[in-house]
């Protein structure tokens, strides 16, 4: 007899355990781990659902009080052991449920139902066919006539191959019935095959190679000899923007595919446009698939289903594609490895970088990072030896860099220069209108309501303990006091700036409409497109509108980080930088990094073509380092500054950060939680523990949040501190009515 340890599939707490059921010999075959089965569960043996995470042939307890297996689940796609493995590896790691961490790897949540395509054919000659036409039409049996005449229709090699079974039902208007007693006479066949829905392919591909320069083709001789040899490691690549990473990744893949492998290439959402999938579908055709946010349920459960079976070798996608079913896996790629939507926002709240590393190991797989601005946690690591560093210094195709202007918005301030627009910027718009070159302006809007600063002198409010700016807390529709969420320090809302005495202090921030509106107004023949939230509806809404501007038919497109990531305009030579300092202001440690890395990513879209590129960097703070650095590209100078802060406020990469967020609808019971964990994890004395005080969204949907931050140099510390609170909070009943959810910062 076969007993499965299953999981129940319910996010609670106390049900996160498994349990054993039999296992009927009539189903045995269809199982496996992974599986999604219906069991009996409880008391009342009502039928919930599971997953079976270990078979064996021992039960664990008397066989007489196990339970058995109503049924399996045949669709859907079966979890492989290795990513349950995976899911237990984030549990322990990042603090939630094992259903939540296998929720996390399961590509399909539900099931979905296989799309079949039937075709009808004939059984019959022509010569045949022709008498039974005229036999049903004597017996008026015009529904018959109609198929057998559409058929007869069909040239010779048609003929054979038949015609949709969708349009006889849908087009002559024919009854099933019908179709069913041709068949029964054995004049018509009919046959059915399984359809992949796909997103992409629209065409033909062709094979699009570049030739590589000397130090592209020596960074990918030095990976491919490694993972020849059987060697597994993590590379960084850190090239300037244009430098062809891209190129790299495709010729990697080349090889690591030769070898019967798969690849997985993962890219931020709002980079995975058309024109970037499209260049590995040129290089690779069919054998590359795509998953995305936008996919129907459908799209996305038969591209795992695809790749399950073997008949794709390359998954492109944001972070969900990590967990791509493939059973040979050779290569991780994450391409702009910086970005922050490679961190969960959910729980499990695990970070793509750690995860595909950990899988790779799992599963003897080599993992590329790429970035023109690489986080300091990658970067970190290279330097220190635990990855290998290679860079890219030039841009690919002997393009130049652009030269970049930084603009004083206080000088412009003075000069009673109260446009969103510099002089500098409107004047180069006006140079690009006549050239017909093109033009995109960038709002770096980050920080955007969410700091309060001078017009006059710059200057954000600041805490005096954490190097943070405040953040406004807002009340009737005012600002009443500013806080900051990482110590709880706070003061009312000033009348006059603290540093120059000015009254012009307010919160700071436009938005992509308003500019817009101003493009319009300066510049009146202008032809613009939007890129945001409110323009990019729909499942190719980012796509259309990128297609659209690199087709020439605007001259200027606005928009937020969206349009900076990974896209090629050989015509655009101008940048406009609309406030490039807000995200400065946002009372996160990283600002000065998530600065640099915006500034820098949207200044590499000027000149990637033939045309020299310039860049308008407006800011309140151009003495700020990571406005220096942004400007010059100078990524070691910026990483230099940045890491001796980093060092003296034991902030990652250098130290480990462990955020416990407590919630409940009772404020409270939230409160007294919060205090509670802040004791809890001071028990430690290695942990310096900051707050408990509120979360930045302090409040959502009735929900009150409240935040304890424990920094310590061992993140194996920090990983028992939360398994302590775990097993406190399962134990402390009067707490029942809070959650908790932990997120980890950390260089390991």
Same mark, same amino acid.
């Given at each position: 007899?076969?007993?499965?340890?299953i999981?129940?599939?319910?996010?609670?707490?106390?049900?996160?355990?498994?349990?054993?059921?039999?296992?009927p010999?009539?189903?045995?075959?269809d199982?496996?781990?992974?599986?999604?089965?219906?069991i009996?569960?409880?008391?009342?043996?009502?039928?919930?659902?599971?997953?079976?995470?270990?078979?064996?042939?021992k039960?664990?307890?008397?066989?007489?009080?196990?339970?058995?297996?109503i049924?399996?689940?045949?669709?859907?796609?079966?979890?492989?052991?290795?990513?349950?493995?995976l899911?237990?590896?984030?549990?322990?790691?990042?603090?939630?449920?094992?259903?939540?961490?296998?929720?996390?790897?399961?590509? @399909?949540?539900?099931?979905? +139902?296989?799309? *079949?395509?039937?075709? #009808?054919?004939?059984? /019959?000659?022509?010569? %045949?066919?022709? &008498?039974?036409?005229?036999?049903?039409?004597?017996?008026?049996?015009?529904?018959?006539?109609?198929?057998?005449?559409?058929?007869l229709?069909?040239?010779?090699?048609?003929?054979?191959?038949?015609?949709?079974?969708?349009?006889?039902?849908?087009?002559?208007?024919?009854?099933?019935?019908?179709?069913?007693?041709?068949?029964?006479?054995?004049?018509?066949?009919?046959?059915?095959?399984?359809?992949?829905?796909?997103?992409?392919?629209?065409?033909?591909?062709?094979?699009?190679?570049?030739?590589?320069?000397?130090?592209?083709?020596?960074?990918?001789?030095?990976?491919?000899?490694?993972?020849?040899?059987?060697?597994?490691?993590?590379?960084?690549?850190?090239? @300037?923007?244009?430098?062809? +990473?891209?190129? *790299?990744?495709m010729? #990697?893949?080349?090889? /690591?595919?030769?070898? %019967?492998?798969? &690849?997985?290439?993962?890219?931020?959402?709002?980079?995975?446009?058309?024109?970037?999938?499209?260049?590995?579908?040129?290089?690779?055709?069919?054998?590359?698939?795509?998953?995305h946010?936008?996919?129907?349920?459908?799209?996305?459960?038969?591209?795992?289903?695809?790749?399950?079976?073997?008949?794709?070798?390359?998954?492109?996608?944001?972070?969900?594609?990590?967990?791509?079913?493939?059973?040979?896996?050779?290569?991780?790629?994450?391409?702009?490895?910086?970005?922050?939507?490679?961190?969960s926002?959910?729980?499990?709240?695990?970070?793509?970088?750690?995860?595909?590393?950990?899988?790779?190991?799992?599963?003897?797989?080599?993992?590329?990072l790429?970035?023109?601005?690489?986080?300091?946690?990658?970067?970190?690591?290279?330097?220190?030896?635990?990855?290998?560093?290679?860079?890219?210094?030039?841009?690919?195709?002997?393009a130049?860099l652009?030269?970049?202007?930084?603009?004083?918005?206080?000088?412009?301030?003075?000069?009673?220069?109260?446009?969103?627009?510099?002089?500098?910027?409107?004047?180069l718009?006006?140079?690009?209108?006549?050239?017909?070159?093109?033009?995109?302006?960038?709002?770096n809007?980050?920080?955007?309501?969410?700091?309060?600063?001078?017009?006059?002198?710059?200057?954000?409010?600041?805490?005096?303990?954490?190097?943070?700016?405040?953040?406004?807390?807002?009340?009737?529709?005012?600002?009443?006091?500013?806080?900051?969420?990482?110590?709880?320090?706070?003061?009312?809302?000033?009348?006059?700036?603290?540093?120059?005495?000015?009254?012009?202090?307010?919160?700071?921030?436009?938005?992509?409409?308003?500019?817009?509106?101003?493009?319009?107004?300066?510049?009146?023949?202008?032809?613009?497109?939007?890129?945001?939230?409110?323009?990019?509806?729909?499942?190719e809404?980012?796509?259309?509108?990128?297609?659209?501007?690199?087709?020439?038919?605007?001259?200027?497109?606005?928009?937020?980080?969206?349009?900076?990531?990974?896209?090629?305009?050989?015509?655009?030579?101008?940048?406009?930088?609309?406030?490039?300092?807000?995200?400065?202001?946002?009372?996160?440690?990283?600002?000065?990094?998530?600065?640099?890395?915006?500034?820098?990513?949207?200044?590499?879209?000027?000149?990637?073509?033939?045309?020299?590129?310039?860049?308008?960097?407006?800011?309140?703070?151009?003495?700020?380092?990571?406005?220096?650095?942004?400007?010059?590209?100078?990524?070691?100078?910026?990483?230099?500054?940045?890491?001796?802060?980093?060092?003296?406020?034991?902030?990652?990469?250098?130290?480990?950060?462990?955020?416990?967020?407590?919630?409940?609808?009772?404020?409270?019971?939230?409160?007294?939680?919060?205090?509670?964990?802040?004791?809890?994890?001071?028990?430690?004395?290695?942990?310096?523990?900051?707050?408990?005080t509120?979360?930045p969204?302090?409040?959502?949907?009735?929900?009150?949040?409240?935040?304890?931050?424990?920094?310590?140099?061992?993140?194996?510390?920090?990983?028992?501190?939360?398994?302590?609170?775990?097993?406190?909070?399962?134990?402390?009943?009067?707490?029942?009515?809070?959650?908790?959810?932990?997120?980890?910062?950390?260089?390991?």
């Open positions: 007899m076969l007993f499965a340890d999981i129940i599939d319910i996010s609670v707490k106390n049900l996160d355990k498994t349990f054993q059921y039999s296992v010999s009539e189903i045995e075959n199982i496996s781990i992974g599986s999604l089965v219906q009996p569960f409880g008391n009342g043996n009502r039928p919930l659902k599971g997953y079976i995470v270990n078979l064996s042939e039960p664990s307890l008397d066989i007489s009080k196990i339970k058995s297996i049924s399996v689940e045949k669709q859907g796609v079966v979890a492989e052991s290795h990513l349950l493995s899911a237990g590896w984030i549990k322990q790691n990042y603090g939630s449920t094992m259903n939540d961490a296998i929720r996390a790897v399961m590509p @399909v949540k539900r099931e979905i +139902k296989e799309k *079949v395509v039937k075709t #009808v054919f004939p059984l /019959v000659d022509k010569k %045949q066919m022709k &008498a039974l036409i005229e036999e049903f039409a004597k017996k008026h049996n015009t529904a018959r006539v109609r198929v057998l005449k559409c058929l229709e069909l040239d010779e090699v048609l003929y054979n191959k038949g015609i949709d079974y969708g349009f006889i039902i849908k087009e002559l208007k024919v009854s099933k019935t019908v179709i069913d007693g041709l068949k029964q006479k054995n004049i018509i066949g009919i046959e059915s095959a399984k359809k992949y829905r796909n997103p992409f392919i629209k065409g033909t591909f062709t094979e699009n190679k570049h030739m590589l320069n000397e130090t592209q083709q020596y960074i990918k001789d030095s990976i491919l000899s490694d993972f020849n040899k059987g060697i597994r490691k993590t590379y960084l690549i850190h090239g @300037v923007t244009g430098s062809g +990473k891209t190129e *790299v990744y010729s #990697v893949i080349d090889d /690591v595919v030769a070898h %019967q492998k798969q &690849a997985i290439v993962l890219i931020p959402e709002i980079a995975l446009t058309f024109q970037t999938v499209s260049r590995f579908y040129n290089r690779f055709g069919t054998r590359v698939s795509v998953i946010s936008r996919l129907s349920d459908g799209e996305r459960y038969d591209q795992f289903v695809r790749a399950k079976e073997g008949s794709i070798d390359i998954m492109i996608g944001p972070r969900s594609a990590l967990f791509t079913p493939f059973k040979n896996l050779g290569l991780i790629v994450i391409d702009e490895e910086h970005e922050t939507s490679y961190q926002e959910m729980p499990p709240k695990y970070h793509t970088r750690e995860v595909a590393i950990h899988r790779a190991e799992m599963t003897g797989a080599s993992v590329i790429g970035s023109a601005t690489p986080s300091l946690e990658a970067y970190y690591r290279a330097v220190n030896g635990e990855y290998k560093l290679f860079k890219l210094e030039k841009r690919a195709g002997g130049m652009p030269d970049v202007y930084i603009v004083d918005l206080r000088e412009e301030f003075a000069k009673k220069n109260y446009s969103i627009f510099s002089e500098k910027l409107s004047s718009i006006k140079e690009r209108l006549i050239k017909h070159e093109q033009t995109i302006i960038f709002i809007r980050r920080g955007y309501a969410g700091s309060i600063s001078c017009r006059q002198c710059g200057k954000a409010i600041g805490c005096p303990h954490c190097s943070v700016s405040l953040k406004p807390h807002i009340y009737k529709g005012s600002v009443s006091r500013l806080k900051c969420h990482f110590c709880g320090y706070e003061i009312p809302m000033p009348d006059v700036c603290p540093t120059c005495g000015s009254k012009y202090i307010d919160i700071f921030g436009i938005g992509t409409q308003q500019v817009e509106e101003a493009i319009k107004k300066n510049f009146p023949c202008v032809r613009t497109l939007r890129m945001d939230a409110d323009t990019t509806g729909g499942k809404g980012h796509s259309k509108i990128l297609e659209r501007f690199k087709n020439g038919e605007a001259d200027i497109l606005i928009g937020t980080q969206m349009i900076v990531k990974g896209h090629d305009f050989p015509n655009v030579t101008l940048v406009g930088i609309i406030a490039a300092d807000l995200s400065l202001n946002t009372g996160d440690y990283r600002a000065s990094e998530r600065t640099y890395q915006l500034i820098a990513q949207a200044a590499g879209r000027a000149g990637r073509g033939n045309k020299k590129g310039e860049v308008v960097l407006q800011t309140y703070q151009p003495e700020h380092y990571s406005i220096i650095c942004a400007a010059r590209q100078d990524y070691e100078s910026f990483y230099k500054q940045e890491i001796v802060i980093r060092q003296m406020l034991q902030y990652p990469p250098v130290s480990n950060i462990l955020g416990i967020l407590v919630f409940s609808k009772n404020e409270e019971n939230a409160s007294k939680l919060a205090i509670e964990v802040s004791e809890l994890t001071k028990k430690y004395e290695m942990i310096t523990v900051l707050g408990p509120d979360a969204i302090a409040k959502a949907k009735d929900i009150y949040r409240k935040m304890v931050y424990g920094k310590c140099f061992s993140y194996s510390v920090l990983c028992s501190v939360k398994d302590c609170i775990e097993d406190f909070k399962e134990k402390d009943t009067k707490y029942n009515d809070c959650g908790i959810n932990f997120e980890f910062n950390m260089t390991r």
